[in-house]
């Protein structure tokens, strides 16, 4: 960092945006968009009138059943006839929807027009398979087309998708699609990833074996590595055979607004993982608005969010947000620094890409190279930046907005969650920015800072951040589990307000300021890993007892794992174990659980009911003070 970008930490000074921001801007006005944005139904009504619907709403905002919202009740719509077929009359016919690209340098480009026609053919053969409406469809895919295809077919046809991170592995695989039921995988014969190809279809095969309710199984072939296909556990059959031969046409189902669109699995305190339910109408009015009024998206945009399908970044700003406003949405299969620190900045001068939507480990993974890789390309197409996944601490936006933005494109620093559906608190492009804060609220949304009674608190004291009214992309329910939606969510603040589980401080300003997550939740590369889910993944190694885990903080990671482990009898934790211990997590969860540290005890610190006391861990290993320790069993 130079000198003077250090002052301007130090004077904390506002980033204004430049003319040419505000010349293009749908919304010129920040303030006159909150003020107008306070009328919730009217706002949000506006906003839907956006989107094609067979039938109109009856009510905009139904809160007669609380906290089971409903949003357009009775309206009539259809996903993707709204984000492909809509298009298709109009001149974006011929326009690049989808811009696959690889790290290995392949491309492949998809009109509007041609992917309305794979989506039609795939939503036909999920058909000829036997789904019908309602049934649920699990990916576990690559970044690739396919991968959207199969999920805006599913739309199409009204089959919830359960999309799952191609980077768990086995155990998180087997425990979502049996909780979803999903009657089918779709799967891929594997990914590249770093130079290498990371085989999907040999970890589908060890997971089907333990998921009795699906009967198909369909492989993309992608990489081209050899499978054996065989029908062990349920048919197996080839992405490209059963779309051969299927019509390219496919009428839309007629979906209720408030009929499911997905479900996505999401990490909590306990070590079941939580299905978030996301449904129709309200998704969309949702994720369309803040894609087009966080991102300025205009005709001649390119737009690419690096997150990866699998989880809601993926879902709503690569895939839905973006087709539903009709832009061109970068897939990007590969890792940030393959093969070399430079390719991403090599694709945005290629593509002429110009909002581009990244989360703050890449940034602080990136920034270690320094600025020589940004330098090599010529990044002046480039005209929003966003961030997403967790706090974005200064040093790492002010590098960002230099080296990438050039100090010419602002950063939106959305803030939102699996839960949530769409950004809730985040700048627009006219917004004055400070770096490391999310700014305020959208419009049409209202969040608080309070104490644990629901109070406010005064500005920079911190507290729970809290969303005070519902908002059109919230999350229905948690699948098959009302109550646990009901008590995660609704009632551990007084007023009936909507639990975030994250801390935060508001300044003199009205500007929120994310310091992180109130629960046992670690944030690992922008990912949510619940603690004791990696817990069970430890105590089922034979060598494990019990276990323990809390997050390390990680200069590029964020937070990393750290385990505490009583050992049976007859173990050591020697380098043998702490690499067989290591492998063995990792094939239960996959890479995203990064562990940093382990270590052997005797004792873990516990509440007297049981519950293993994280909060003390953590805090002698910040060497902080114990603080209430009366519910310490001794
Ligand atoms: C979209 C997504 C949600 C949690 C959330 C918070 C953290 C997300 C953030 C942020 C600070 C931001 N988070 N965006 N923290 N600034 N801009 O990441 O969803 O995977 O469900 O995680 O991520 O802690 O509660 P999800």
Redesign the pocket.
């Known amino acids: 960092m130079s000198e003077d970008t250090t002052v301007l930490l130090e004077e904390k000074r506002v980033f204004k945006p430049n003319y040419k921001i505000v010349e293009e801007a749908h919304i010129k006005n920040w303030e006159a968009e909150l003020e107008k944005g306070k009328n919730i139904e009217k706002y949000w009504a506006e906003k839907a009138k956006e989107l094609e619907w067979f039938q109109k709403w009856d009510k905009v905002l139904d809160g007669s059943n609380k906290p089971f919202y409903k949003w357009f009740t009775n309206g009539k719509i259809n996903m993707t006839y709204n984000a492909v077929d809509r298009w298709i009359h109009t001149s974006k016919r011929n326009q690049v929807a989808i811009l696959y690209v690889n790290e290995r340098g392949d491309e492949e480009k998809l009109t509007y027009y041609e992917l309305y026609r794979q989506v039609n053919k795939m939503a036909n053969a999920l058909k000829s398979l036997g789904i019908k409406k309602g049934d649920v469809v699990a990916l576990y895919m690559p970044m690739c087309p396919e991968a959207v295809i199969t999920m805006l077919a599913c739309a199409k046809i009204g089959a919830p998708h359960t999309v799952i991170y191609s980077g768990l592995s086995v155990g998180a695989l087997v425990e979502r699609v049996n909780d979803a039921k999903a009657k089918i995988i779709v799967t891929a014969d594997g990914t590249y990833r770093r130079g290498k190809v990371i085989e999907l279809k040999k970890i589908v095969d060890e997971a089907v074996l333990r998921c009795p309710t699906v009967q198909t199984t369909v492989i993309l072939e992608h990489t081209g590595i050899p499978i054996e296909l065989s029908d062990i556990s349920g048919k197996e059959v080839l992405f490209d055979s059963i779309i051969e031969g299927e019509d390219d046409k496919c009428e839309p189902e007629i979906m209720d607004a408030e009929d499911p669109l997905f479900i996505l699995y ?1 990490s909590g305190t306990t070590g079941k993982p939580k299905g978030v339910v996301h449904t129709t109408g309200g998704y969309m009015v949702g994720t369309s608005t803040t894609t087009k009024m966080v991102f300025d998206i205009h005709d001649d945009d390119i737009f690419w969010c690096t997150a990866d399908i699998g ?3 993926g879902h709503s700003y690569i895939v839905y947000g973006p087709l539903l406003v009709g832009t061109t949405t970068v897939v990007y299969e590969g890792a940030p620094d393959y093969p070399d620190p430079g390719v991403w900045w090599r694709i945005i001068e290629e593509h002429g890409i110009t909002k581009f939507y990244t989360a703050p480990t890449a940034i602080r993974h990136l920034m270690r190279f320094g600025d020589k890789y940004p330098r090599l390309y010529d990044l002046s197409s480039l005209k929003i930046l966003g ?6 601490n200064p040093e790492a936006w002010i590098w960002y907005y230099k080296n990438i933005g050039r100090e010419r494109c602002p950063i939106m ?7 949530t559906g769409m950004h809730l608190v ?1 700048p627009l492009p006219v917004t004055p920015l400070k770096p490391g804060s ?1 700014t305020k609220p959208l419009p049409g949304i209202e969040a608080e800072v309070v104490d644990k009674d629901g109070k406010p608190v005064p500005p920079g004291k911190g507290g729970h951040l809290v969303i005070k009214t519902p908002w059109p992309a919230m999350l229905r329910t948690l699948y098959k589990d009302e109550k646990r939606y009901i008590e995660t969510y609704w009632e551990n603040i007084p007023g009936g307000v909507y639990t ?3 801390m935060a401080h508001m300044d003199e300003d009205g500007y929120i300021w ?1 310091q ?2 109130s629960d046992d939740v670690l ?1 690992i590369a ?3 890993v619940g603690t004791a889910e990696v817990e069970s993944a430890f105590v089922s190694h034979p060598a494990v007892a019990e276990a323990a885990v809390i997050g390390k903080s990680d200069p590029i990671k964020g937070e990393v794992i750290k385990a505490f482990l009583i050992l049976k009898e007859g173990y050591n934790l020697n380098t043998a174990l702490i690499g067989d211990l290591k492998k063995h997590v990792r094939h239960e969860l996959g890479p995203v659980a990064v562990i940093g540290e382990m270590v052997q005890v005797d004792k873990l610190p516990k509440t007297r009911s049981g519950k293993i006391m994280r909060r003390i861990l953590r805090a002698k290993e910040e060497g902080l003070e114990l603080g209430d320790t009366s519910t310490l069993e001794e």
């Open positions: 999401t989880w809601i970044t961030s997403v996944g967790e706090p974005i620093d959305t803030w939102w969650q699996t839960e985040s999310v975030t589980g994250d994310i992180g997550r944030n922008g990912h949510r």
